[in-house]
């Protein structure tokens, strides 16, 4: 196969190399754009969007919809989330053809449990609180949050900032959704794509790749905080969640259950903290 790609033996090979030349997150289009007085003919920056089948073992397990950029990322964020991976050498070998939307993954040990209840239902509570999980392996994977870290309220609204300078595709298209690991000051990295889960799980695969600690770290986000979106953040093990939308009633339950800190409406000089306010030092 000619645009297949085999990092193996590369499991710490750089983001910029994962995605195929020819895959990028924007691409250019012909359009006629009417600007209120006159219709003209211009070329406009339109988000990409393919899909990703994974196959485990040569099995179908799921196919994604994504921006094909930081694909190796995304797929073992994606393999973490969903509990069918703890650490990045559970992965014997990850191929890429992403020309044909396929990446094929060898697990070592997998679990079939695992792998068999993704996408069984399962609503209950765990350990005496009020948690919902709608699927097993969420039940299974996501944990309670513990940290000591605290931001200041300008310390949001910096991250936040920073994370919109460097959404340059999303200036240029308004049809991604952006992430970034933050520490208390600055952005480490930031990932990009049009479904908002998969911009996280690329942050997720990038961290266990990399091996980076997430204890004293911050999550800035520019979509909506869903109960989705406060399972991921504690799959990942980041205590406090900044976005510039709303969260959801669940998200909100969830995340005070988990231990996570969610900063919401994060814009010019207005934001709203939900869940345990105690690490916002004015809100303390």
Known sequence: MDDEQDISHAPN???????????????????????????????????????????????????????????????????????????????????LEEERGFVH??????????????????????????????????????????????????????????????????????????AALCTANELLLSRADIGRHNALDKIYGHLLRQRIPVRDKVIAFSGRVSSEVALKAAKIGVGILLSKSAPTDLALRLAQDLGITVVGFIRRDHLSVYTHPERITECR
């Open 13 to 95: 090979a750089d983001s910029a190399s994962q995605a195929h030349p020819s895959l990028q997150s924007t691409t250019s289009w012909g359009i006629y754009r009417y600007n209120g007085t006159e219709v003209l003919s211009q070329e406009d920056t339109i988000a990409t969007e393919a899909p990703l089948t994974i196959k485990i073992d040569g099995e179908e397990f799921a196919t994604l919809v994504y921006t094909p950029t930081d694909t190796v990322d995304l797929v073992t964020g994606f393999l973490a989330s969903e509990g069918l991976i703890r650490f990045v050498d559970q992965i014997e070998s990850l191929t």
């Open 105 to 178: 993954v060898k697990l070592r040990h997998l679990h079939q449990l695992s792998q068999k209840m993704v996408s069984k239902r399962f609503i209950g509570s765990c350990c005496g609180k009020s948690r919902q999980f709608y699927f097993h392996n969420d039940a299974r994977t996501a944990k309670t949050v513990s940290t000591r870290l605290q931001l200041s309220i300008q310390q949001c609204f910096h991250l936040m900032n920073q994370l919109q300078e460097q959404s340059a595709d999303f200036q240029a298209t308004g049809g991604l959704h952006n």
